[in-house]
């Protein structure tokens, strides 16, 4: 399985597509599951009220059951797990991020949902136990063949579509939360602290000793 490095390229190069526009997630250390009622959005500046009104309406709708959340959490800590930079998926609460992301776009949900029955009946008949309850060897058996599509068999085809969207909705859930902007370093915009023209570009226009 590629690690955090690799992921990185994969979930900047997701950001800079506009997927997430208007999309954020919550972060933080708590893993319990917000509420509908705590997870609310209240008004924001710059935000229609009709925005607002459609993003509570989502996060007070559930789409994935139980077992499904499970399995996707599971999933996502396998392709970002805890290291010592920062936490896993889950930490960052990419699952929550999955199951928003679904409804907001709803042409996400067939392709989730049958890619985890996908997983589920591969590890049932290969191995006798759904996704979640195979040993992590047995995991890590299926990832290592539907994680590289240039090298899976065409056998595992569906499972290859799937967790190729697996592994970009993680790493853009990962890499839009706090946690993950601050694993990479990124520090957005800084306001109020000009600096003044770089000195190679007033060397350039013959004005290196004109003070602005």
């Not at 805890?82 to 709803?106: L, N, Q, R, T, Y």
């Not at 853009?172 to 601050?182: A, N």
């Amino acid at each position: 399985m590629n690690r955090r490095e690799s992921l990185k390229a994969i979930g900047l190069g997701t950001l800079t597509t506009g997927f997430l526009v208007g999309v954020g997630c919550k972060t933080g250390d708590k893993k319990e599951p917000e509420t509908a009622e705590a997870g609310k959005q209240e008004a924001v500046p710059g935000r229609q009220p009709e925005e607002i009104e459609r993003e509570n309406k989502l996060k007070a709708e559930k789409y994935f059951d139980e077992h499904e959340m499970a399995t996707i959490t599971l999933l996502a800590d396998l392709i970002i797990p805890k290291d010592e930079h920062s936490g896993s998926a889950s930490d960052a609460k990419v699952p929550e991020f999955i199951e928003f992301i679904v409804k907001d776009i709803p042409s996400h949900k067939l392709p989730m949902r049958g890619g985890l029955k996908w997983v589920d009946i591969y590890c049932l008949n290969h191995y006798g136990n759904p996704f979640i309850k195979c040993s992590a060897k047995q995991q890590t058996e299926l990832l290592d063949q539907i994680a590289y599509p240039y090298e899976a068999k065409p056998e595992v085809a569906q499972g290859v579509k799937f967790f190729n969207l697996m592994r970009d909705l993680t790493a853009s859930g990962f890499w839009s939360s706090e946690m993950g902007t601050k694993d990479i370093g990124y520090a957005g915009n800084a306001p109020n602290k000009w600096t003044g023209v770089p000195a190679d570009v007033l060397k350039q226009y013959g004005m290196e000793n004109v003070r602005i």
